[in-house]
């Protein structure tokens, strides 16, 4: 019975981790906060990671970024606007708070954010397995070396397979605007393959 019982609540479970419309209800309401937090980790916890970790490289500076963004979703958790996807929205909050990161490792570097390339190229090198496919380590170098918009854009449209319209919610450039970003990043990480390919 109480097999049965545990069974059905994993169910229930799995069931709302799937349901956006579930997690967001949870999330604004008080008492079932903390709960909807961690079902919405449980959903989009790693691709959040993931998308974070490609725009700011280091692993440790994606785990606090994550954290930022974390912290954000539960303190602006009631300006979530039911017409967008909830995934665009995280990774509207996540996208700013990849900015935040990039800006403070500019200033340490007396930079901007649009000439970290080289450091993030370095990064990346320091940060892959030894035994991680040397294509996976140019395309990642290539997309460390774009400035943050084309980064951005990039890693939108061909990682999170967005669309240009859910770009645009994200970012607020026209349409227009973010097809020429894409185009620009698109060409500048073939030019650097080939021109770093044995």
Request: net charge negative.
């Amino acid at each position: 019975m109480s097999g049965k019982n545990s069974d059905s609540l994993k169910m229930t479970e799995t069931q709302t981790v799937i349901n956006d419309d579930a997690i967001v209800e949870m999330l604004l309401d008080d008492r079932r906060v903390e709960q909807g937090v961690r079902l919405l980790m449980k959903k989009y916890g790693e691709k959040l990671y993931w998308f974070i970790r490609r725009m700011v490289v280091e692993h440790c500076d994606a785990e606090d970024t994550l954290q930022e963004t974390m912290i954000n979703v539960y303190k602006y958790r009631t300006t979530y606007n039911k017409d967008f996807a909830l995934s665009t929205w995280l990774l509207k909050i996540a996208q700013n708070e990849c900015i935040k990161t990039l800006r403070k490792k500019a200033a340490a570097y007396s930079t901007s954010v649009d000439d970290l390339g080289d450091s993030l190229k370095e990064s990346v090198r320091a940060e892959s397995d030894a035994d991680m496919d040397q294509a996976v380590i140019l395309m990642q170098q290539a997309i460390a070396m774009l400035p943050a918009k084309q980064k951005t854009v990039f890693n939108l449209r061909y990682y999170e397979e967005k669309s240009y319209e859910e770009i645009h919610e994200i970012l607020g450039d026209s349409v227009n605007t973010l097809k020429t970003n894409y185009h620009y990043a698109v060409n500048k990480i073939k030019q650097y393959i080939t021109d770093h390919s044995l």
